[in-house]
């Protein structure tokens, strides 16, 4: 395969093994005491799973898995709202498929769906704008979900409904942003992190100045990498070289897709249509200052929150996890999915308990899909 094979070259990837080693040792990391490495984005953590990176490098360095996967940190108010607006009978409900099965407290899109709402699943806002031209007599909703990666698209959509003067299509508004809440989990006292590997798509889109705080505040080396096993190996060596040479530096392995300072078209688009909330909750780790979006009042004819009344906050807040789920401890790296014990036996992506079992990203779904029941044994 022309351009993948090239990043998959056994013997590549053997040598930067041994190079990750010999830094590895260098440091005096060790399996006892590892360094410890935060994938932000849950891709990598697939990627990882996928060519069994975990168990090729040196034992003396351990993958922390981040919160980069959508899906998985949105909040179970907002997975209830989600199903408050679908089950609206004026209301197409479009949504990318993995949300659809996310459990909230009551019920997911999926159950919503099964019980008579009209739930739809898109590929893209752009089939949900489709729907409003062909529905004039229905309100069709795009569940906007995802980091800097999807806002652009979002972002474009509703540009095109303003053009087109569309009045039937509104954005349900649940866009992240990446930077904040890397800055929180290193504000976490418990958090024990000595570099990260950052995210390729959506540094495609924000280029890799806003990591800059993290080495320049927190010191720590940060590596934004692509997605094959080289790419993966190559960055783990570039931060653990910038250890062992005592400096703290954002440094850029993909960029052959990662611009600088990132897309100006997407960069634009964000900016024209949303502003930040002044906090966000994401699942797992509590409400985080500045790291969500909603739509600005020049496009608040397209914002579900404003048409239908169900603003940020105005449900309750409060609603717990399913019991025995332990995607908080997870999601914030503390434990491994194989110790939650609901791994394997209550949660499995036929079945899920969490949203880390339901996403192709999440960090749950990749242990069960490339461990699998080993992963339950090992326990
Ligand atoms: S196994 Fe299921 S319940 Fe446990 S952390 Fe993962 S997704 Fe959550």
Redo the contacts with the bound molecule.
């Keep these: 395969m022309k351009y993948a094979s090239e990043f998959r070259d056994p013997s590549l990837a053997r040598g930067l093994l041994s190079a990750i080693a010999e830094q590895a040792d260098k440091i005096g990391a060790t399996k006892a005491k590892p360094v410890h490495i935060m994938e932000i984005c849950g891709g990598h953590t697939h990627s990882i799973f996928r060519y069994g990176l975990d168990k090729l490098i040196h034992p003396g360095v351990e993958f922390i898995h981040g919160p980069g996967c959508p899906v998985c940190v949105l909040p179970m108010a907002r997975v209830d709202e989600a199903v408050q607006l679908a089950e609206r009978p004026e209301v197409i409900f479009t949504t990318f498929g993995e949300a659809m099965r996310v459990p909230g407290h009551r019920k997911s899109l999926l159950a919503a769906k099964a019980a008579g709402a009209d739930v739809r699943m898109v590929y893209s806002p752009l089939d949900a704008l489709e729907l409003a031209r062909r529905n004039p007599g229905r309100e069709v909703v795009f569940f906007g979900l995802g980091f800097e990666t999807t806002t652009p698209s979002t972002a474009l959509s509703i540009q095109q409904a303003a053009r087109e003067n569309l009045t039937n299509f509104t954005v349900f508004c649940n866009h992240i942003t990446v930077p904040e809440p890397i800055k929180a989990l290193l504000d976490d006292p418990f958090m024990v992190l000595d570099g990260f590997i950052g995210p390729g798509h959506v540094s495609m889109v924000i280029g890799v100045h806003p990591y800059d705080f993290i080495a320049r505040d927190y010191h720590k080396p940060i590596v934004v990498a692509g997605f094959e096993p080289t790419d993966l190996l190559q960055s783990v060596l570039m931060v653990l070289t910038q250890i062992a040479e005592g400096r703290a530096q954002v440094e850029n392995q993909y960029a052959r897709v990662v611009p600088e300072h990132g897309n100006p078209v997407s960069l634009a688009a964000i900016e024209d249509v949303y502003e930040r909330r002044p906090s966000f909750e994401w699942r797992g780790l509590g409400e985080i200052d500045a790291s969500g979006l909603r739509i600005r009042e020049k496009y608040r004819a397209f914002d579900a929150e404003e048409k239908f009344g169900i603003g940020y906050g105005a449900g309750p807040r409060d609603v717990p996890e399913v019991e025995g789920?332990?995607?908080g401890a997870?999601m914030t790296g503390r434990i491994k999915?194989t110790a939650?014990p609901?791994?394997g036996r209550g949660?499995t992506p036929e079945m899920?308990?969490?949203?880390?079992?339901v996403s192709s990203e999440g960090a749950?779904a990749a242990y069960w899909q490339y461990g699998g029941a080993r992963g339950v044994a090992a326990e």
């Design positions: 789920c332990a995607c997870v999915p939650c609901q791994f949660c899920p308990l969490g949203a880390l079992m749950c």
